[in-house]
């Protein structure tokens, strides 16, 4: 075999090689260029978001603020004075136990029945006996209901 | 037709390379190419020494030029976090403001520039401005911190060079006086300078930007009605002024008022007296208030019973001195007798029996003699007598010569009627409480003892004025001279501070309360008198009336029976 020939196909070889090369490079580099453009852009995205989000922020915390001065306690009491003169403050006998709240219950249920005895002659005293051993029942049915209540929690 | 553009596109570029190959291997054209590659490497190194000198240049050589130096980063503006009340309300917040500065370097003109700005509502003089904008190497100076928007935008419309803005924050108290002692304030740096805006300056700064908050325990409805209540008060009865603590029996504060107060939002308009929190730094003897301890003292030691009886017929003589009885029934007393009508001859003579040792320990387990704990930095030391002798142990018992905080004497009183558990007083929620280290101080028996006893002044004593029909109000009032120098006054120019110290409900108290005025003086619908019973006792009353429907979840017990009624020869 000529070894001129033989040479000659390896330097086409060679120049093919670096011809690839470089357009790979070329390849490369567009690619990376463009991916610099791009997180230069996504960059400032963020940036502009952060800032919009601070601003957020600022402004909730001045509403906080702003909410917070209209619920001034003092300011509301002159206002619920001069709008609404009929309302008064809740007082202390106003508000009852769950004991209380069971008893007036029960009352309204008991009442009927009583009544109902009553209408068909039963002593008084009997009826004051049932309304007493109905409390009990009723009462230690509530606790128990309670404290079933209190245990499945 | 692809394939064969490329085709030819290949042999070209193979073509182009053989005839380079071919001409290098001339002379001349090697030549040729040395020279051009030194002319391009050449042109090369002066780009680069071009660059190199500018970057030097704006690096080192000119190294602020025309760009102002920027003193905050955007994190080092000092955004702090908010302080809430334990429904989560505002106290504390940080809003955004701007602030102005200069680089009198740039600025052209200043005398223009001075004259222009001082025109300006608020702004400083144009003298002011001058001085500043003077050194021409300074690259920064304040001209105004936290402006207005309006400011803002009429200094922009301006235009004048080297006079820009800052975003910066400013501490905002929504509430004003009403949590002034409590919260505290900032320098404009946004450092905290007094109360829990001090105390936890660091960690407000470190979450300022996190979102977190700062949960307290007050509580701002409650506050306000304490606040309102003790000034009416302080109004009514022409005092100096007056202070008021409501306490949890867990130790959680949720109301703590000092008068006079101060707006923190206006620092420059403050007188620096109103500034002193009387609840923590103010250090008083606290009269008869401290007969609660004397007479948990005398029971828990086991020295007395509630029936054990004390003869206060006659004054107690100590050398020139005379301890004496306000309005005295001059007979033997029962120990419920003498809390009920708060006799000062009884309760030295109960003191005589168990003596200044045992008095000293039971003080110091109650916490009487030393400061207050509580996260604020402004706190005082208790005055402590520097030899407790027979005789200082006689007057510590009905409240002179030991001086201590109104806040240290709640703490002590409730955890006397907490079940004789300690309590540790706290301005700050946290998950756990001080419970697993649970300090024992009086027994459970002298707990429940104290508080029929103190429910006693509420219903036949000095407290009658406290009590709210429905619930079992538990109470003790005290009226104290105030110290003049070395002495307490004449009779007619004598000061006196009064409090009422009580709570709800009886059986388990869930709530105390401290209130005091000082120096109130006598009206003609408190019959001339000027004592506790008369002036504090009603304001107590007023604050219970408006706090219970609040407080009162429907699980605070009604009224109860009162079992030590049977040591009581009740007055007709």
Known sequence: MNPGIGARKARTELNKSIILSLLFLLCIGLCVSRMKYEVVFLKNKLKEINIQLDKCQDDIKIYNAEWSFLNDPKRLQRLASKYLPHLRPTENRQIINFETLIRSDFDKEISKNITSLVERDVPLQGANRYASEAFGAFLDKAIKKHEGAMESD | MTESFLKKFVYSVFKGFALWRKAGSHA??????????????????????????????????????????????????????????????????????????ADPSVVIDIEETANKLSKIQEMPSAEKIKQK????NKHFVWIMRHVTPEIQEKVMDLGLPGIKFQKDYKRIYIHGNLFSHTIGYTDIDGTGICGLERQF???????????KRLVTTLDLRLQSIVYEELSSAIKKYSAQGGNGILMKSNGELLAIVSLPDYNPNDLKHVNIENMFNRNTLGVFEQGSILKILNVAIALDSGYAQPGSIFDATEPIRIGRFKITDFKGKHRPLTLTEAFVYSSNIASAKMAQMFGAKIQQEYMRKLGMLGVPEVEIPERGHAIVPTYWNDTTCMTVSYGYGLASTPLQTLTAVTSIVNDGIRVHPTLIQRASQ?????????????SILVREMMRAVVCYGT???????????????????????????????????????????????????????????????????????WNIAPTAHKIFERIIPILNDGTIQKESTLKIVKYLKLDK
């Open chain 2, 28 to 101: 001349a054209v090697i030549k040729a190419l040395r020279s051009r590659i030194m002319f391009s490497g050449a042109c090369c190194i002066i780009v680069f020494l071009v660059i190199l000198y500018r970057l030097a240049d704006v690096m080192i050589i000119s190294r602020y030029g025309q760009i102002p130096p920027k003193i905050f980063s955007q994190e080092e503006i000092i955004q702090k976090a908010d302080i809430v009340d334990r429904n989560g309300e505002l106290l504390a917040t940080s809003l955004i403001t701007a602030s102005c500065y």
């Open chain 2, 133 to 136: 904008l003077s050194d021409k």
């Open chain 2, 201 to 211: 300056s660091d960690e407000l700064k470190q979450h300022g930007l996190s979102g």
């Open chain 2, 434 to 446: 001080h419970n697993s280290m649970e300090e024992r101080i009086v027994s459970r028996e002298t």
């Open chain 2, 463 to 533: 407290g009658k004025k406290a009590d709210i029909p429905g619930i079992s109000i538990i109470g003790k009032t005290g009226t104290a001279y105030k110290l003049k120098g070395r002495g307490y006054g004449s009779d007619g120019n004598r000061q006196r501070i009064t409090t009422f110290i009580g709570g709800f409900p009886k059986d388990k108290p869930q709530y105390m309360l401290l209130v005091s005025l000082d120096d109130p003086k006598a009206t003609s619908e408190t019959c001339g008198y000027a004592t506790a019973g």
